[in-house]
């Protein structure tokens, strides 16, 4: 981060700590961006909110909004059942769908979107999120097709093949031929990791697409590659407020697959 940009984001949470009253809704999606810098998406939301207080239609703030609700509910994992975390994807949803709706022809909205139906997904039955795998992957494509350098919106599509190909041959196979799935028929390990490399291509200092890339290539049964790629996960600047659970799950990863060695090699 530069010097500069260090500074006016101390300077907006100083404004922001101090109690002053923003006079804009752009004020607040800059102190709500500044906020999100510095790792406190509960007081970025809040400046998100309050910009739609003053002006419903600012698509910065509803996109945005959308973004720092997923950091809220990915701090409780998947695995635990809560409908707390599930309240917050399907809000972020909401915003999503908003800002998609206010700017189609923005790429951050259409990431969002496919970001947040993702995440919110997860509380659907199986025909549900099989119906919904279809639009992720369209949104996602939407944001790469107005902005071919959104490395976040490759990280979802990264993460979408993947995912389709961790499932077992025969939920696929049941997927397609019950539920509607024939999407899946367009899900690759290759895409999964060409996606992937180019997330970490347009952004090499996100620890999250560094993790998510050497879970692929542990996938692939690449060791070695996978272990060039979560070495550098330590040596990464903390960015968002979920990078010190990512190192942690590399550096499991790590012990999980020492001493393996590369498959068909």
């Not at 530069?2 to 109690?19: E, F, K, M, P, Y």
């Not at 695995?79 to 707390?84: Q, R």
């Not at 389709?164 to 690759?188: C, D, E, H, P, Q």
Request: some cysteine.
């Amino acid at each position: 981060m530069s010097n500069r940009r260090t500074a006016a984001i101390a300077g907006l949470l100083v404004l922001a700590c101090t109690g002053l009253q923003a006079q804009s809704a752009e004020e607040e999606v800059d102190l709500g961006i500044a906020a999100r810098a510095a790792r406190t998406p509960e007081l970025a939301l809040q400046h998100f909110q309050a910009a739609l207080a003053l002006d419903s239609g600012n698509y910065q703030a509803q996109w945005r909004a959308a973004e720092v609700l997923m950091d809220l509910g990915k701090q409780t994992p998947d695995s635990v059942k809560s409908p707390a975390r599930d309240s917050v994807y399907a809000e972020a949803e909401r915003y999503a769908r908003r800002a998609t709706a206010l700017a189609p022809d923005s790429a951050d909205g259409h990431y969002a979107l496919a970001a947040a139906i993702g995440r919110a997904s997860l509380t659907k039955s199986k025909k549900e999120r099989v119906r919904r795998a279809s639009e992720i992957r369209a949104e996602a494509l939407k944001a790469l097709q107005i902005d071919p350098a959104h490395h976040k919106a490759d990280h979802v599509l990264g993460r979408w093949n993947a995912e389709v190909m961790r499932l077992s041959g025969f939920t696929r196979f049941f997927a397609k031929a019950f539920l509607g799935g024939k999407i899946f028929n367009a899900a690759s390990w290759d895409s999964a990791e060409v996606y992937m490399s180019r997330a970490v291509d347009l952004a090499p200092a996100s620890i999250y697409h560094r993790l998510d890339l050497a879970e692929v290539l542990i996938d692939r049964g690449r060791y070695t590659e996978a272990r060039e790629q979560l070495a550098q996960v330590d040596t990464l600047p903390i960015d968002d407020v979920m990078d010190p659970a990512y190192q942690v799950r590399a550096r499991s990863l790590v012990t999980r697959i020492a001493g393996k060695s590369d498959e068909g090699r």
